[in-house]
């Protein structure tokens, strides 16, 4: 490069800095097929090849366990069991002690954990595992929430949160009703199934490469088993092939599995789980069962309400805790609760353990509510929309949720008035209530839902990020922090933030694999946090190093550090101008440190459990989607015929990479509310386990009308990094509309006056049935 | 060692198989292949192939085959057994087509042959010998110049994790030239057979519309 061009052409910006739209710093690897993930990676010699071994029971005595003809088959060289542990059989993200590497007396659910083979090849290994004679004396298995229910079966105690007096609202309220509603889990079907690769290290350390979400956390289970120190383990994760919380705490146990066989047998081991195996081995989104009692006035405004929420969490914790809380913490959505109970239950049942699914909990509270609101319309007969607008968080003191936090950032109001109006939501609802007069077989239905979701992790220790920034001699940036880059685009808005710091061109800047070894004791990836905290933990680190280098350039310069500024690639020092790489190789020489960590912890938030009190959010993410639909009354399918977007990610880092987030999002989640059905049979056994019956959206389902916007001219309210907002989560929620947009078709079926029971997902069956029960009621009526 | 009976349904043969200490691609692929879950477009050579060929004991005899991939061959000596998708992946180090399900199900495995998409984990490699298969590496030009169809994706975004990437671009390729991207509602119908969990979607149609006018031109 000819500097003295560069130095005459003055750039008055960097390429790449923040709020710039621009593609994933992976596209090309992507589109060529040269990114690699950790089944890419290619395998040191000797690599061997990991298979679990699966219980074949729901609920299970295990009477015999008989490996030797596992042991013999061709290719095998370890079977690995609960005896080969020599620390802890327990691979729990909270250290609960319920998550055993390989299940021992008991197996607890189908698909559990027996044993894992080591073979030569992967196929040998799949094939070794059929080989095993396992007697079992069955247990009788709880299987669902009411299971749970009935037999008090829980795998944490039951927490409640109140605010006023809910019994006596709702009893004093001029209207009064109670219902139940049902939502089903979801399975994340990350392209990439979870993968590891552990390779033996000198002194019987390792280093894991593992597709997860949280390396810091597998480091730590994968030394619980080994019976070492953290500092023993190293884990590393470039990219991976899709998370959604499913590798968030799901990718300890293989990665477990392959470091232990490979310190046993001092070869690299590769786990990568079978897709089958994947599925009926691995957590999903945690399904509810919502009982509600709610109390209101004559233009539908809640007066008092009562939850009951009954999540089926699977047979141990994992994250269910926490994701029990934030379904309360949902259950609100937007909306002010004069008087509020919020109970919740954490069932214990004999189904794989329920995991983080992106919303965590979330998007089952706010479901409840927006059925709420549907159910007062429809019994007050008013426009469900309108319900929702007089339930709107407003002034104090109608800003104060179930929790007693301040809303103090509510932009509902003007944001549900602009798509109100920019979808023409009540002139096509006046077209589709015509339209539905005339067609009898047809029906068409439309629903605005807004979304306000909490943007922190509500275990307030969490809240804390560590970034690593060297800056060499020859300017070129190294970047490195403990966010994880799951396709949500987290690497390159972190990069934008450090060259935007420095005032460097984003091609300057390395992003560099997460790695326990860099940047350690970090949180996971999630929680939509990854760039709220990432991005400001790297600004921290980046700023360090301009500190160092201005106050170097001062002293050198003899000027006064006023007098000097990182422009576009250069620094201005008093009246001259040094090429920055120029002034970093002279610092260097100077011997200035150019390396530097970066620290952030999440400002402001404090939450006291005991009390379901405090402030779990620094802000809230806003949106608002508009949905309509054509439902086919005799076969129970639908269309989604046009959705409208408009979404909040507040001064937006990268208005290309948050774009992608809401529409995947929105798409995800329209296929766990319509299409994805997890179907477990009486044994337990999931029978819904591979793609040909388990209907995730393609191509196909897209909405053909699909009109998205980020809310303009709306910086965050707090100071997050470069006032951008959160936006992994949120969009998910937005398909709630495509849900109510359903029952609303279904509801003109009854001139919009009663409620159709519909549970979640919206199936064709479901659907049919809830048509069904819907004229049966009319009937029974006339 | 028993054998459920082949009119066992696919969808079953997972769970009864593991109870029965039985796993064989074949169960799979007689379910699959009558399933509707493959494109139209895609052959079933491999699958027919696969059928006959996965019934054998543990042992199975290795053969040497020829395997021309993105203009150039390669020799092996490979189990009979072995798909082109592990040919592709463990012996010749083209990762770049991925493994998503191993099952015909996403898509991310797809490959050309003979210029045709196909699903290489359910492709025998004895299959296509003599034939020409073309991955995601093999489809740049010589000089490093990007095919439309994958400058279109950076240029739409057309991924967020870009596991599904690889494949979605073989079948867009396909889509592009083999002149069925008329419409919209044509490339959605014929990009139905890749999934993509992240749904990129909406971008995915998008780019594969602008290449198509770039091919055209
Ligand atoms: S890996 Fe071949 S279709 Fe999924
Ligand atoms: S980009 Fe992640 S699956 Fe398509």
Known sequence: ?782 | MKRPPTSQPTTSSGATAREDGVFNRRHFLVGTATSAVLPLSFGTTGVREAVTDAALPTQVPSSSVALLVNGRTHRLILDNRTTLLDALREHLALTGTKKGCDHGQCGACTVHLDGEPILSCLTLVASVEGRAVTTIEGLAQADGALHPVQQAFIDHDAFQCGYCTPGQIMSAVACVEGDRAGSDAEIREYMSGNLCRCAAYPNIVAAIRAAKTEVRS
């Open chain 1, 1 to 782: 490069m000819n500097l003295h061009s560069a130095a005459t052409a003055e750039p008055t910006t960097i390429r790449g800095g923040v709020h710039n739209t621009l593609a994933h710093d992976s596209a090309a690897k992507h589109a060529t097929g040269a990114a690699i993930y950790v089944d890419d990676i290619p395998e040191p010699a000797g690599t061997l090849h990991a298979a679990p071994g699966l219980s074949a029971r729901a609920r299970a005595r295990i009477k015999n366990i008989d490996l030797s003809n596992v042991r013999a088959a061709p290719g095998v060289v370890l079977v690995l069991t609960a005896a080969d542990i020599p620390g802890t059989n327990d691979v729990s993200p909270i250290g609960a002690g319920d998550d055993p590497l390989f299940a021992t007396e008991e197996v607890e659910f189908h698909g559990q954990v027996l044993f894992a083979v080591i073979a030569e090849s992967h196929e040998a290994a799949r094939r070794a595992t059929r080989l095993a004679k396992i007697e079992y004396e069955e247990l009788p298995a709880l299987l669902t929430v009411d299971d749970a229910l009935r037999t008090q079966s829980f795998v944490l105690p039951e927490h409640v949160m109140k605010r006023g007096d809910p019994v006596s609202a709702i009893t004093h309220a001029p209207h009064r009703m109670k219902g139940q509603f049902r939502l089903g889990g979801q399975e994340h079907f990350y392209l990439e199934g979870q993968a590891s690769l552990a390779v033996p290290m000198e002194d019987g350390d390792v280093l894991v490469h593992c597709s997860t979400q949280h390396p810091s956390e597998v480091q730590h289970n994968v030394a619980h088993v080994l019976g070492r120190p953290n500092n023993a383990v190293t884990v590393e994760c470039r990219r991976m092939g899709g998370g959604f919380g499913g590798k968030e705490t799901q990718g300890s146990q293989w990665a477990a599995i392959a470091a232990l066989a490979a310190v046993k047998l001092k070869r690299p081991v590769k786990c990568r789980l079978d897709r089958d195996d994947d599925m009926i081995a691995t957590g999903k989104r945690h399904d509810f069962r919502i009982d509600y009692e709610v109390g209101y006035d004559d233009q539908g405004r809640i007066l008092g309400i009562s939850f009951d929420h009954a999540a089926r969490c699977g047979y141990s914790a994992d994250l269910s805790g926490a994701i029990a809380d934030r379904a309360m913490f949902h259950a609100d959505n937007g909306y002010f609760f004069e008087a509020v109970q919020i109970r919740s239950r954490r069932c214990k049942t004999n189904t794989v353990s329920n995991t983080a699914f992106r919303g965590f909990g979330g998007p089952q509270g706010m479901l409840g509510i927006e059925e709420v609101m549907d159910a007062i319309a429809r019994e007050r007969g008013l426009d469900p929309l309108d319900v929702r607008r007089i339930n709107l968080y407003g002034d104090a003191p109608r800003n104060v949720t179930p929790y007693h936090m301040q809303v103090e950032d509510n932009i509902l109001p003007e944001l549900i008035t602009q798509i109100e109006e920019s979808s023409a939501y009540r002139r096509r609802r006046q077209e589709i209530t015509q339209w539905n007069r005339q067609n009898a077989y047809l029906k068409k239905g439309i629903a605005l839902t807004p979304v306000k979701f909490g943007i922190s992790f509500t275990t307030t220790h969490l809240n804390q990020a560590g970034a690593l920034v060297h800056v060499y001699t020859d300017g070129s940036v190294h970047l490195n922090h403990g966010g994880t880059e799951m396709g949500q685009g987290l690497f390159i808005k972190v990069a934008q933030v450090v060259a935007e710091e420095f005032q460097i061109d984003l091609d300057q800047v390395k992003i560099t694999p997460t790695n326990t070894g860099k940047v350690p004791n970090t949180s996971a990836t999630a929680a939509s946090s990854g760039s709220d905290m990432n991005g400001m933990a790297a600004q921290a680190a980046a700023r360090k190093i301009k500190q160092r280098l201005t106050e170097f350039a001062a002293e050198k310069y003899k000027v006064t550090a006023e007098d000097i500024a990182f422009l576009p690639n250069r620094v201005r020092i008093g009246n001259q101008e040094v090429p920055f790489r120029d002034l970093v190789k002279q610092a260097y020489m100077g011997r200035v440190s150019l390396s530097a960590t970066g620290y952030y912890r999440t400002p402001k938030i404090h939450y006291d459990r005991e009390t379901a009190s405090g402030r779990p959010f620094l802000y809230f993410a806003y949106g608002a989607a508009v949905s309509e639909v054509m439902i086919d009354t005799l076969t129970g399918e639908h269309t989604l015929l046009r959705v409208d977007i408009l979404h909040d990610a507040g001064k937006s880092l990268n208005p290309a990479i948050d774009l992608g987030q809401v529409e995947g999002g929105f798409i995800q989640g329209m296929g766990w509310l319509t299409s994805e059905e997890l179907w477990f049979d009486e044994q337990g056994r999931l029978r819904t386990h591979a793609p040909s019956t388990y209907k995730i959206p393609t191509c196909s389902d897209r909405p053909a009308d699909f009109r998205m916007q980020l809310l303009e001219n709306n910086p965050n309210r707090e100071e997050t990094i470069h006032r951008s907002k959160a936006v992994g989560e949120p969009p998910l929620m937005l398909a709630i509309s495509a849900f109510r947009a359903i029952s609303d078709a279904i509801a003109s079926i009854a001139n919009y006056r009663i409620l159709p029971r519909l549970d979640a997902p919206a199936t064709p069956e479901r659907v049919l049935f809830a048509i069904e029960e819907l004229q049966a009621r009319m009937e029974a009526a006339e």
